[in-house]
T-cell receptor
């Protein structure tokens, strides 16, 4: 059963804590992406990776970090430096080039208490 | 600056009726245009992808059109069902060459289908 999964579905964090969101895909896609979605806003790109061990900053990378040690996995860490981290986070994957179709995971809703 | 504008922001229609959602973009150079459906609290799911040479594409009751000259697209939903209630997102890809990233997302149209 091919697809892209994210965990957890809901995450609560206290101010000052780092949290890591998981994203796994078994679609054999080279490229993976992290987006942030806020109410009334379009998706905004945080980070993307087109190949293992390489990743690039997106439009709103400050306060976030990623790693890409395996093709299947692209975890996102929300650090305490992110001033407004409460949002819905979406992971996506695609074949190598970003103009190809992106497949999205179910999302993680992060709430900072 | 690349932009994607969607209208209306929200729409309420009766079950069984048709509706049309609009997307205007200023992304250049253009590679493709996609429509996604996003249920509340879920990830977006692709409905259609159209390249420059395609001016219409259907997926069941969903039909997307593209006018690359005027940089406009529409998504027409026929015989709406309650399950069509969702946000519909227009996404335009700019061809930067060598696979470099350039996707521009619209804010979406929130469609509510009522009995």
């Amino acid at each position: 059963d091919g697809g892209i999964t994210q965990s957890p579905k809901y995450l609560f964090r206290k101010e000052g804590q780092n949290v890591t969101l998981s994203c796994e895909q078994n679609l054999n896609h080279d490229a993976m992406y992290w987006y942030r979605q806020d109410p009334g806003q379009g998706l905004r790109l945080i980070y993307y990776s087109q190949i293992v061990n390489d990743f690039q900053k997106g439009d709103i990378a400050e306060g976030y970090s990623v790693s890409r040690e395996k093709k299947e996995s692209f975890p996102l860490t929300v650090t305490s430096a992110q001033k407004n981290p409460t949002a819905f986070y979406l992971c996506a994957s695609s074949t190598r080039y970003s103009y190809n179709e992106q497949f999205f995971g179910p999302g993680t809703r992060l709430t900072v208490l | 600056k690349n932009q994607v504008e969607q209208s209306p922001q929200s729409l309420i229609i009766l079950e069984g009726k048709n509706c049309t959602l609009q997307c205007n973009y200023t992304v250049s150079p253009f590679s493709n245009l996609r429509w996604y459906k996003q249920d509340t609290g879920r990830g977006p799911v692709s409905l259609t992808i159209m390249t420059f040479s395609e001016n219409t594409k259907s997926n069941g009751r969903y039909t997307a059109t593209l006018d690359a000259d005027t940089k406009q697209s529409s998504l027409h939903i026929t015989a709406s069902q309650l399950s069509d209630s969702a946000s519909y997102i227009c996404v335009v890809s700019g061809d930067s060459g060598a696979g470099s990233y350039q996707l521009t997302f619209g804010k979406g149209t929130k469609l509510s289908v009522i009995p």
